[in-house]
């Protein structure tokens, strides 16, 4: 059964880059068929798709985040991971990471996704 | 970006009642609309996609309903474990986006 696992600070500071990491298990992250998704979740803004990445490294960024949001991957340790520079408090949220499943068409949702974790921008 | 707006916000409810949920989008999106169930401290799962399709392993008292704007997620006979978030997603567009959510609690 695949599973996802976030990891990474809890707290970061204002102006900094906030890094997580997306451990996959039961499958590979190399996988013709997927994308892998960043989505987070704050109370000002519901949830809000970040980005995602194939297994050859080409990515799709939410032009809202775009310019912040670098995601990547590494096939060798079965992870992807996410770095959003310059945050503010508006970055404080639960960060998820999940598998973009396609089904032909624009038929695409995310299954499975990671518990999340939560990430605050203070200082 | 096209607006995700759940209907109602929060919602009490008893075991075997039936109960539905509505998604309406800004603009029409065919039938590329996908719920998910969200329990505190999990992680989110897939009910429905494509707007009416099972998703494997989710019980048949789930089902979908919709296309264009306007869809819903209905419950035929709620069951202990059904009391949780349930929020809406379109895949018509770029940026994917999400409905805001709606609670659904023990009445």
């Known amino acids: 059964q695949l599973q996802l696992q976030e990891s990474g600070p809890g707290l970061v500071k204002p102006s900094e880059t906030l890094s997580l990491t997306c451990t996959v298990s039961?499958?590979?992250?190399?996988?013709?068929?997927?994308?892998w998704s960043w989505i987070r979740q704050s109370p000002g803004k519901g949830l809000e798709w970040i980005g995602s990445i194939y297994y050859s490294g080409n990515t799709w960024y939410n032009p809202s985040l775009k310019s912040r949001v670098t995601i990547s991957v590494d096939t060798s340790k079965n992870q992807f991971s996410l770095n959003l520079s310059s945050v503010t408090a508006a970055d404080t949220a639960v960060y998820y990471c999940?598998?973009?499943?396609?089904?032909?068409?624009?038929?695409?949702?995310?299954?499975?996704w990671g518990q999340g974790t939560l990430v605050i921008v203070s200082s | 970006d096209i607006q995700m707006t759940q209907s109602p916000s929060s919602l009490s409810a008893s075991v075997g009642d039936r109960v539905t949920i509505t998604c309406r989008a800004s603009?029409?999106?065919?039938?590329?609309l996908h719920w998910y169930q969200h329990k505190p401290g999990k992680a989110p799962k897939v009910l429905i996609y494509?707007?009416?399709s099972l998703q494997s392993g989710v019980p048949s008292r789930f089902s979908g309903s919709g296309s264009g704007t306007d869809f819903t997620l209905a419950i035929s006979s709620l069951q202990p474990e059904d009391f949780a978030t349930y929020f809406c997603?379109?895949?018509?567009?770029?940026?994917?986006?999400f409905g805001q959510g709606t609670k659904l609690e023990i009445k």
């Open positions: 494509a707007a009416s």
């Open positions: 997603q379109q895949s018509y567009n770029t940026p994917y986006t």
């Open positions: 999940a598998r973009r499943n396609w089904a032909g068409d624009k038929v695409v949702w995310f299954d499975p």
């Open positions: 039961g499958g590979s992250i190399s996988s013709n068929s997927y994308y």
């Open positions: 603009q029409s999106i065919g039938t590329y």
